[in-house]
């Protein structure tokens, strides 16, 4: 395993050689990568070890914040005042095949007028070249499917269409082959813990509006407490280390549920999760 300062490195290296090489960077990839940076740079500084799977947090993401691990499986509690959480997950694993790593945030509401009928998806750019499984490479993926769309997509029992969902899902190179993050042994590692499908928000009401006459639809009625729903993809290639940074809103929200699969990596997909309040 590599030392937390060539961790930095490494990092630091692969931003700056993706940026003169023309990498299609945004505003939210660039994000990310100063979360890690960040992060990295205060594990060094502080030479606490870096661990395989450790998920770091801090409440601001300057260069004078501080940082701290995680427990697998444990609340958190931040500061009252805290309105945002930085997140870090290093997966450092030198010699382990090509995978990838999703990751879920759901923010819990703090008013019933809160809950969203919507999840957000997003997968970085995968750069041609990178991937021999998808050789054109893979434009980023950030928009919005309603609960029901995500839902039924992931379900293995159900299946439906999803031009979005489709295009936010990969191919991977695994035992000679390729793996798609959408296989169906998987697929349902993609769901939200305690989000039931909404009731009423059908393709006829999605569509059609009849409003005001004899045929008026039901208002829909959402089944889960949350008021932001995320799932993000990452590509992790052969042997490279991995850092994935997390920008968490709370703002109002009392507590943010993290969940992180992964697939790939020569081992049968693992989950683990973590609970962050204040």
């Not at 090509?98 to 990751?103: P, Q, T």
Request: hydrophobic residues 40%; charged residues 20%; aromatic residues 10%.
């Amino acid at each position: 395993m590599r030392s937390n300062a060539s961790l930095l490195r490494w990092i630091s290296g692969v931003i700056f050689v993706a940026l003169i090489a023309g990498h299609p960077m945004t505003a939210r990839s660039a994000s990310e990568d100063t979360i890690c940076i960040t992060a990295s740079a205060f594990l060094t500084k502080n030479q606490m070890s870096l661990q395989d799977g450790m998920l770091v947090v801090a409440t601001s993401n300057s260069p004078n914040a501080q940082w701290s691990a995680v427990p697998l499986g444990s609340p958190v509690a931040l500061p009252i005042q805290t309105t945002a959480a930085y997140l870090a997950y290093f997966l450092n694993r030198p010699n382990v095949p090509a995978g990838a790593i999703a990751a879920r945030v759901s923010l819990r509401v703090a008013s019933e007028t809160d809950k969203t009928n919507y999840v957000n998806v997003y997968r970085r750019a995968i750069v041609r070249g990178s991937n021999s499984c998808e050789r054109r490479g893979r434009a980023a993926i950030d928009r919005q499917v309603r609960v029901n769309e995500y839902i039924d997509y992931h379900d293995p029992n159900v299946g439906t269409l999803s031009s979005t969902l489709e295009d936010f899902h990969f191919k991977y190179p695994q035992d000679g082959g390729c793996a798609r993050t959408s296989d169906r042994s998987n697929i349902a590692s993609f769901q939200f813990e305690d989000v039931m499908r909404t009731e009423g928000d059908t393709f006829v009401a999605r569509n059609f509006s009849f409003a005001g006459t004899a045929f008026a639809l039901p208002e829909f009625k959402i089944r889960h407490e949350f008021s932001m729903l995320r799932s993000e993809l990452h590509y992790r290639a052969n042997g490279s280390l991995t850092c994935v940074g997390l920008f968490v809103p709370l703002g109002r929200s009392p507590q943010a549920s993290v969940v992180i699969n992964e697939q790939g990596f020569g081992s049968f997909p693992t989950s683990k999760s973590w609970l962050i309040g204040r």
